[in-house]
């Protein structure tokens, strides 16, 4: 390793031990400052070997804070993360396990807040409203219907 890519190894390792990355963020990041495949592929390896770096660690903490935090549904966690190049059998594992029974009641929970802002009294253009709201969440279409029916 070149000494330039030791400085950008110990920086890497003050920024995943401050927040949870990914290795598509690290990559990133090495990117930018032009370092070779070979030394990338070794700062990716290394710090992957120490641990500051865990796939699965970074896609539970992903969930769980877009879940808890933004109100984001299943379908966009899962589209922000298959942006990010993560193993969607993995995703799917996490996903399942992190989102249980409550999920229904956060989406009712943030629908009827939402109901709750309308001005509108036509029972269609509401339903439309929350509807689109809804799937700009990500929220899933059985879901939206079940809850706007209601």
């Known amino acids: 390793m ?4 030791l ?14 990355k990914c290795s598509n963020d690290v990559l990133k990041y090495i990117a930018k400052c032009g370092l070779t495949q070979e ?12 641990k500051y770096i865990d796939e699965e660690r970074y ?4 969930i769980r804070d877009k879940y808890r935090f933004s109100k984001w549904g299943k379908y966009k966690i899962e589209q922000a993360l ?7 059998q993995l995703v799917a594992k996490i996903l399942s396990e992190q989102l249980g029974n409550e999920y229904k009641a956060m989406v009712l929970d943030e629908l009827n807040k939402h109901r709750k802002k309308l001005k509108d009294t036509d029972p269609w253009i509401i339903k439309g409203k929350m509807a689109r709201f809804a799937s700009q969440r990500g ?12």
Do not use: D, H, W
Not at 82 to 88: G, V
Not at 139 to 150: G, P, V
């Open 2 to 5: 070149t000494l330039e890519s």
């Open 139 to 150: 929220y899933e279409l059985a879901s939206i219907e079940s809850i706007t029916n209601e």
């Open 39 to 50: 030394e990338s592929e070794l700062i990716l390896n290394s710090l992957q070997s120490a």
């Open 59 to 62: 896609i539970t903490a992903f």
């Open 7 to 20: 400085k950008v190894l110990q920086n890497l390792e003050r920024i995943c031990s401050t927040s949870e």
């Open 82 to 88: 298959f942006l990010k190049k993560m193993n969607k």
